[in-house]
């Protein structure tokens, strides 16, 4: 059973920046590709961003693509997301997830484990 704790949400101005973080614990790491989630009130979850096992592979939404950028630590256990030039809509609370499938799946249904979330704001 893996754990997954996200951290680093928070509010911040329209063109700012955040960096969320979300450890992993009860499981090997590195055998999972990782995954950035969203969900905005009243709106369906929606992909952000996934990494691979070994990450050499990174994916995207394209509303993300050249603002955010998706990392991992696997000596650390942690996955990262860089959000910058952030905007209004990027409100969400963002959740990461775990997966077992190869390379960098974008629907939510091939995440194994899911953390609680970490609420973002972005205010205008």
């Known amino acids: 059973q893996v754990q997954l704790v996200e951290s680093g949400g928070g509010l911040v101005q329209a063109g700012g920046s955040l960096r969320l973080s979300c450890a992993a614990s009860?499981?090997?790491?590195?055998?999972?590709?990782m995954g950035w989630f969203r969900q905005a009130p009243e709106k369906e979850r929606e992909f952000v961003a996934a990494i691979s096992w070994t990450e050499l592979n990174t994916y995207y939404t394209n509303s993300v693509k050249g603002r955010f950028t998706i990392s991992r630590d696997n000596s650390k256990n942690t996955v990262y997301l860089l959000m910058n030039s952030l905007k209004p809509e990027d409100t969400a609370a963002y959740y990461c997830?775990?997966?077992?499938?190869?390379?960098?799946?974008?629907?939510?249904?091939?995440?194994?484990?899911w953390g609680q979330g970490t609420q973002v704001t972005v205010s205008s």
């Open positions: 009860g499981g090997t790491f590195s055998n999972y590709a």
């Open positions: 997830a775990a997966s077992l499938v190869r390379g960098t799946p974008d629907d939510g249904a091939d995440y194994h484990y």
